[in-house]
């Protein structure tokens, strides 16, 4: 076509529509130089995000106790968690212990296998007064000697069941010097089989192993179950040496027969367990417990979280499940240090905001 002034227009009835737009479209112009970076602001931001200094911190390692064999009778028939048969305690004057089962001391093992390869080390592993959850810290952090095949390929994974925290074939948790200093230090004594009741398993030197510190309020749903039960500390106290059972009674006074706890007074005593791990010295502490317990303590918190979050905090724990979390509190008054600290060098000239 040709216009007016005779110059050649382009025929838009032959062109696509997106051409014609684009064609109809005013020219962009350049963005300016001190403009905003705009995929910068237009990123998404995280709805939630909180953020404390370190010090204000703790790095909890949840871990749910190993199979036990009231779980498998449980699992049988719900009823079974009544039977006295199955109660923490001495039975007809033999000692019988609610303990983990073979395949919860292999549940154990490898978890123990699992943080070392992770490089889980913390500062104080605390356990609930139940058998079945110390058991399994016993499992998870011991100072497990390697069997001599593991030894020979390295990988510390014997058919004695160890976890590789020894001295033949360790995690770096301990060292051979460490482990034969403390050879004569039990973390836990020989325990002789008694079939159905408890698995038999080798002594467990301390060696290198981090402090084990007994807390009464991690243990697990209290009342009517005798199996969440223990009468004394003094056989506990004898088969595992190498734990602190200073803070705990000696008699079980907190399980009542004729009384099962509620989910809110688990909660609140979850509540207050967290604010004694809170007052710790420790930034990175391993808590093992049980299920109900620990299930309830963390539906505390989060609520304000996505649902994806909070489903990942709140789901129940399997049997020797670890679970970490990042605590933070904001609202703390004292003054913890921080071990991660540099403080710098101070400059001659005043910088910052107030400058």
């Known amino acids: 076509m040709t216009g007016s002034g005779g110059a050649q227009q382009p025929n838009t009835a032959l062109q696509p529509q997106a051409e014609q737009a684009a064609a109809a479209a005013p020219a962009q112009q350049p963005e300016p130089r001190d403009a905003p970076h705009r995929h910068v ?31 498998i009778a449980g699992r049988a028939n719900h009823d079974n968690y009544k039977s006295w048969e199955y109660e923490d305690s001495h039975l007809r004057q033999a000692l019988v212990l609610l303990v983990g089962t073979p395949e919860g001391w292999r549940q154990a093992h490898e978890l123990g296998r699992h943080m070392a390869a992770a490089g889980i080390r913390p500062q104080v592993v605390i356990v609930s007064p139940l058998t079945r959850a110390i058991e399994t810290a016993v499992g998870a952090f011991g100072d497990h000697p390697a069997s001599p095949a593991a030894v020979a390929n390295g990988n510390g994974n014997g058919s004695s069941g160890g976890n590789g925290n020894g001295s033949s074939g360790g995690n770096g948790n301990g060292s051979a010097s460490a482990s034969a200093s403390a050879s004569a230090e039990l973390l836990m004594a020989e ?165």
């Open 191 to 355: 325990l002789s089989e008694i079939p159905g009741k408890r698995s038999g398993h080798p002594a467990v030197p301390l060696g290198a192993a981090p402090p084990f510190v007994c807390m009464e309020l991690c243990r697990e749903h209290l009342g009517v179950h005798p199996c969440d039960r223990y009468s004394s500390l003094a056989p506990k106290k004898a088969f595992f040496p190498g734990v602190d059972f200073s803070s705990v009674e000696d008699a079980d006074a907190l399980w009542q027969a004729d009384h099962r706890e509620t989910k809110e007074e688990i909660q609140a005593r979850g509540r207050v367990f967290m604010a004694q791990l809170m007052a710790r010295p420790e930034q990175e502490i391993a808590v093992v417990t049980h299920s109900s317990f620990v299930h309830y303590l963390l539906t505390n918190y989060g609520h304000t979280a996505s649902t994806h979050v909070q489903g990942d905090l709140h789901r129940w724990f399997e049997n020797a499940e670890l679970r970490s979390v990042v605590v933070a509190d904001p609202g703390s008054t004292a003054h913890p240090p921080d071990p991660t600290h540099f403080p710098g060098f101070a400059s001659r000239v005043l910088e910052g905001p107030q400058a």
């Open 41 to 71: 602001l237009e990123a998404p931001q995280p709805r939630l995000l909180q953020v404390y200094p370190l010090r204000y911190t703790k790095t909890i390692h949840f871990i749910r106790h190993g199979e036990g064999f009231h779980n």
